[in-house]
Nanobody
């Protein structure tokens, strides 16, 4: 069973940078897709960036050019990263790590890490 645990959130000033980490403990090879989502206060959860099983990396338009998603394969586990640059108040949200499993497409979520950007 894979479990996800995020870290790296915090309070940052407008224009600053943060790097989020998500440690996937367990057999990470069971998971095919990886992603970061975020949920701002009063808004729905939205996709920020993803790494798909075919190697494709995609970003939402709002973060393209500022954020970078990477994954480190630390067999048997893995660590998913989100480098966030040029942060603005609109990036304030709880950021969630996400993974989807091969076979049954079961979705796993981390507990979230809060990012607050002050203007």
């Amino acid at each position: 069973q894979v479990q996800l645990a995020e870290s790296g959130g915090g309070l940052i000033q407008d224009g600053g940078s943060l790097r989020l980490s998500c440690v996937a403990s367990g057999p990470a090879a069971l998971m095919k897709d990886w992603a970061w989502y975020r949920q701002a206060p009063g808004k729905e959860r939205e996709l920020v960036a993803e790494i798909l099983s075919n190697g494709l990396i995609e970003y939402s338009d709002s973060v393209k050019g500022r954020f970078s998603i990477t994954i480190s394969r630390d067999v048997p586990g893995a660590t998913l990263f989100l480098q966030m640059n040029d942060l603005g108040p609109d990036d304030t949200a709880v950021y969630y790590c996400f993974a989807r499993r091969w076979g049954d497409d079961k979705m796993l979520w981390g507990q979230g890490t809060e990012v607050t950007v002050s203007s």
